[in-house]
């Protein structure tokens, strides 16, 4: 009896905690008042289900025809209700994927010597399709003239070991000042950001 309490609360935990990490991952709009509604169905489904599953084991076929019917049926509505919280685990995982790359395109193109920016985040799943963390970022930067009109010297056909040299560093600094940001910011482990540079 205690186990079945304890998987009951743990599965009304998890359907709260799903419930708010999926609404604040989207914008104030109409459609957060329809993601409210169905999953506030998905709370009342995973409150109500030990209920159902007791009257289920204490009526028979015999005793109450119509309702065994319906019993029959819910096990179609779960199999649905499963679906269809894969689905949103799916589409929370990419809506997060993108917020993610925007923000840290936002964070890059803030740095001095940044003319453009993409980023690419690729998220670890866990065992029902959920984001666990983060598995890398990959940075795409195309140095040149930044947001405060300062300008980085772009690769340019060179024939001069020194003049190589000099250039690499000063992109070698770039690479390094945003991955400092992104490390800082992130919390994440250095060798998940790779920071690759893009010449014109």
Do not use: C
């Not at 509604?37 to 109450?64: E, R, W, Y």
């Not at 199999?79 to 790359?101: C, G, I, P, Q, R």
């Not at 395109?105 to 010597?113: E, K, N, P, T």
């Amino acid at each position: 009896m205690l186990i079945m309490l304890t998987d009951w609360i743990k599965n009304i935990i998890f359907v709260v905690l799903f419930a708010s990490f999926l609404e604040l991952l989207l914008p104030s709009s109409n459609m957060r008042r329809f993601v409210r509604v169905i999953m506030g169905l998905f709370i009342m489904l995973a409150i109500l289900n030990p209920i159902i599953g007791t009257v289920q084991h204490l009526t028979s076929k015999d005793q109450v025809p119509a309702f065994a019917a319906n019993l029959r049926d819910l096990n179609v509505i779960e199999n649905e209700a499963n679906h269809v919280t894969k689905d949103h685990n799916a589409l929370s995982l990419e809506l997060y994927k993108k917020e993610l790359s925007q923000q840290i395109r936002i964070l890059v193109m803030a740095v001095d010597g940044v003319a453009d920016a993409n980023v690419v985040v690729e998220i670890k799943k866990g065992n029902a399709s959920t984001a666990i963390g983060i598995n890398s970022i990959i940075v795409y930067v195309k140095p040149g003239i930044s947001a405060k009109g300062e300008k980085i010297v772009s690769i340019a056909k060179v024939k001069i070991d020194k003049e190589v040299n000099k250039s690499e560093e000063t992109h070698n600094d770039l690479k390094q000042r945003i991955a400092d940001i992104i490390l800082e910011l992130y919390q994440i482990p250095k060798e998940k950001v790779d920071i690759k540079m893009l010449y014109s």
